[in-house]
């Protein structure tokens, strides 16, 4: 993975043509424009799609500005990474070939001099238990297997509705905030003694970041159609930016 590696997530592109779409893309290349000149890395931190399901064959193709827009990126010698997030875990061999890497996976970057831990950020808190639960039946190939068998009209419309109600859960108060950040320092905690420096994810929507004893936790913002947050690892220190 080349250096710099610039952090990114929680796009939420949508398979439908929607103007918010066409202004999170025009944000999304200012921000390659803004990086193309360093080269480096961009390491997608998951629900880069609002919904995605990857079919084995007659693909529908609601992502194919996106597509070019990766396929440019990556001829312009910028290596592009991709962890799951609970909107898009469905990818396939289409989505894979357009990136250098997929990971389904939480990751640790052994690379300059920090060690970073990249997880897309859902599955943590201990009051969504029911939720691992859910998240562990989605990601089987047998639910794959049968969703794959659903008209695909159909299944379109149970990911707008899934999608709809998810984004709603994200309005939280202080109070709940503040028990959120508490649980998550505490899993932060967990991995920086498992040897990690930096521990870095997206999925909640909002900017945080925690510093304690050199280590660092970072909870990166969404990228919406009026700011782009990414964070930017040079080897020796990462830096949270908005454009
Ligand atoms: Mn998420």
Redesign the pocket.
């Known amino acids: 993975m080349q250096l710099p590696i610039y952090f990114f997530g ?1 796009n939420h592109f949508s398979p439908f043509s929607t103007l918010s779409n066409q202004k999170k893309l025009e944000k999304m290349m200012e921000f390659i424009d803004l990086i193309e000149d360093d080269g480096g890395s961009i390491f997608i931190m ?2 880069f799609f609002d919904y995605y399901f990857e079919y084995e064959k007659n693909n529908p193709n609601y992502f194919e500005e996106i597509f070019s827009l990766l396929e440019k990126i990556k001829k312009k010698g910028i290596e592009i990474y991709f962890i799951a ?3 898009d875990y469905w990818i396939g061999n289409e989505f894979r070939s357009k990136t250098n890497e997929v990971f389904l996976n939480d990751q640790v970057l052994s690379i300059g001099q920090k060690k970073i831990y990249v997880t ?3 599955g943590i808190l201990s009051w969504d238990k029911g939720y691992k639960v859910l998240k562990f039946v989605l990601r089987t190939e047998v639910f794959r297997f049968f969703y794959s068998l659903l008209p695909k009209k159909f299944a379109l419309y149970i990911a707008k509705k899934i999608s709809y109600e998810r984004k709603d859960s994200h309005k939280v108060n202080q109070e709940k905030l503040d028990n959120i950040h508490k649980e998550l320092i505490n899993y932060a905690k967990s991995k920086w003694n498992e040897g990690s420096d930096v521990v870095i994810m ?2 909640y929507h909002h900017s945080f970041n925690f510093n304690y004893n050199k280590k660092q936790l970072i909870i990166l913002d969404d990228c919406s159609e009026q700011d782009f947050n990414y964070a930017k690892y040079d080897g020796e220190s990462i830096s949270i930016y908005s454009i």
Request: glycine share 36%.
């Open positions: 929680d998951g629900d997030g609970n909107h897309h950020g859902d997206g999925h």
